[in-house]
């Protein structure tokens, strides 16, 4: 299960948060339950990123 960290100021996609477990403990109910959960964390991480300033750097282009 993994969810965006966004950047409040424009939206874009930062990072993300995850987690993950084996199937026989993941099944489709498990996550049901669980996807709430870490949509809230991402939107928590989100929405005090601005106070970062690691959140806040230019975007670099790895293939340059």
Do not use: E
């Amino acid at each position: 299960i993994a969810m965006p960290v966004r950047r409040a100021t424009d939206n874009r996609v930062i990072g993300c948060i995850s987690i993950a477990g084996p199937s026989v403990r993941m099944r489709p109910a498990r996550i049901a339950d669980i996807a709430p959960m870490v949509k809230r964390a991402a939107d928590s991480i989100s929405s005090i990123a601005s106070a970062s300033q690691y959140f806040n750097l230019p975007a670099r282009n790895p293939l340059a």
